[in-house]
């Protein structure tokens, strides 16, 4: 592949869609979301050739594999972005200055935006629809490890657009190698954002070495702190279900902060992770409140190594603090600001909580499994922003738009 031609193949695709109507938008995604239920035995049987090449035992497993359930619920979110109001073209600003010139601030597509992503074939469809119903192009680079999946999913989109007589140069999947990567973090011109989602390390690559605007989608270190004011029950359900939904995506639970005076709770807290193999990184003195019930096999001392580490698995770090003030402290050193929670019963520290934690998305008695743009009433996401410029927490369609001014007047200079 010539990258060079195909990324100016898509940057005119891109100026052809500011003359495409939101209806006509809306229509196209609606069957791709009907063609990709439709072609889900097509694009699992793919994915399956993914997969055999793939350890079941890495934590990149489980966002690797689709399976009929999550193709249906990825169209759902299509349906879901099909039917939001067009972020494009939205007025943010109007005046007239002195002299009657009428000045306006108007919302715009970014242009053509780049994704690097890791293992998760979801991605594709997802970056796919938002972008399109943003006004977007798109450049995909996709990890080996996914490829049978990726071109699946692109040979779907590919047939839609054509249906439609659309020029398919709107999405572009490029190879999985090194050399693709690094002409994409450099096509100036060609490329106006990237957008890495995946391992920290990959995200750590494209931030230093992109020479194009980067909107980084960080880890996801997360916190829940059982105060101690909180309901227990409250506490195992939402432990419980951050930790286990799907132990493998950015907004699982990784460590999970008690106040020494609830320690006599932690035993029935964590139960129901033993009954389920939640291996457990315990502190001194949460592993002593431990180990007379939990799993042997699963309950371990805790290193420097075990807090401000993303799991992305089965596993979980248990931190023990003298009341709130050391539980922040502990956030502050070891959240990625991502995703942090509470569990109290106290309206104070409640709102403390929530005005000094640092991060994007904070929670009072919630598990963090919400951090999700589907969830959050957006469609669907295209990451998880854990910088503060532009764009935090999940970005759906308005984090996919820039602005412009507009001018209009009857001949009006500007005096020296």
């Not at 991605?123 to 490829?147: E, R, W």
């Not at 907004?251 to 005076?261: F, G, K, M, P, V």
């Amino acid at each position: 592949m010539d990258i060079r031609n195909k990324l100016l193949q898509v940057l005119e695709a891109s100026r052809g869609l500011n003359l495409v109507s939101d209806e006509k938008i809306s229509q196209i995604l609606i069957l791709l979301a009907d063609e990709a239920e439709n072609q889900t035995g097509f694009i699992l049987s793919e994915n399956q050739k993914d997969l055999d090449r793939m350890d079941k035992a890495d934590p990149k497993y489980d966002r690797l594999k689709l399976t009929a359930e999550r193709i249906k619920a990825i169209a759902s979110d299509i349906r879901n972005v099909a039917s939001l109001e067009s972020p494009v073209g939205k007025l943010l600003l109007e005046k007239t200055h002195t002299n009657g010139m009428k000045i306006k601030k108007v919302t715009v597509p970014f242009g053509v935006i780049g994704i690097i992503y890791e293992a998760r074939p979801n991605v594709t469809f997802d970056v796919f629809s938002l972008c399109l119903k943003s006004g977007n192009a798109c450049v995909l680079k996709g990890g080996s490890d996914a490829i049978y999946s990726n071109e699946a999913i692109l040979s779907v989109i590919h047939s839609v657009l054509k249906k439609f007589g659309f020029n398919s140069n709107v999405v572009c999947l490029l190879p999985a190698g090194r050399e693709e990567t690094n002409f994409m973090l450099n096509a100036h011109g060609l490329i106006d954002l990237i957008i890495p989602r995946g391992s920290q390390s990959l995200i750590d690559f494209v931030r230093k070495n992109s020479t194009i605007p980067v909107i980084e989608t960080g880890a996801g270190i997360c916190h829940t702190y059982f105060e101690s004011s909180g309901d227990l029950e409250k506490a195992r359900e939402i432990v419980f279900n951050a930790k286990t939904r799907r132990p493998s995506v950015c907004n699982a639970l990784d460590c999970l902060i008690i106040d020494r005076s609830r320690l006599g709770d932690l035993t029935e807290l964590a139960k129901i992770l033993g009954e389920v193999g939640v291996a457990i990184f315990a502190d001194k003195e949460s592993y002593n409140a431990l180990k007379e019930s939990y799993p042997e096999k699963l309950l371990f001392p805790a290193d420097k190594n075990s807090f401000g580490t993303e799991f992305l698995s089965l596993k979980m770090a248990i931190k023990t603090v003298n009341g709130f003030d050391e539980a922040l402290e502990h956030i502050n050193m070891y959240s990625s600001k991502h995703s942090e929670s509470i569990v109290s019963e106290n309206p104070e520290k409640i709102a403390l909580f929530e005005k000094l934690v640092d991060a994007a998305a904070v929670y009072a008695n919630v598990s963090t499994a919400f951090t999700d743009g589907a969830q959050f009433g957006l469609g669907a996401e295209i990451g998880i922003s854990t910088q503060k410029l532009h764009a935090r927490g999940p970005m759906a369609l308005e984090e996919l738009t820039s602005y412009k001014w507009i001018i209009e007047g009857i001949g009006q200079i500007r005096p020296k």
